[in-house]
């Protein structure tokens, strides 16, 4: 168990539902307290709105719409995330230096190592 995740709020954004759950009962076997998972970009927003976030993972994509207008919302809130995602755009090495990228389909371990060395750091 990683004990840097232990009672963090983690938002958890993906529109794929079993790997929604499977990051969900992953973070959860970590300690962390997962906020939704939500499915879609205005979930993501409305649940970033209504509670405290401490971290997030983020699918990039969500289906016609991208996970972009809630990274640059959390980055301005100094809030750490990971991008998961099916494809690599430029976007995550130029606006989102530091956000590490995990490209799908990517082990819930290593997503919920990467969140907790962001928190450590933070």
Known sequence: MNECLRGRRVLVLEDEAMIALDLRLTLEDHGAVVIGPADSLEDGLRLVQENRID???LDADLGEVDSLPLAQHLRANGVPFVFHTGCNRPEFSSEFAGAPVHLKPALPDSLAADLAALLSES
Do not use: G, K, V, W
């Open 55 to 57: 971290a997030a993972i």
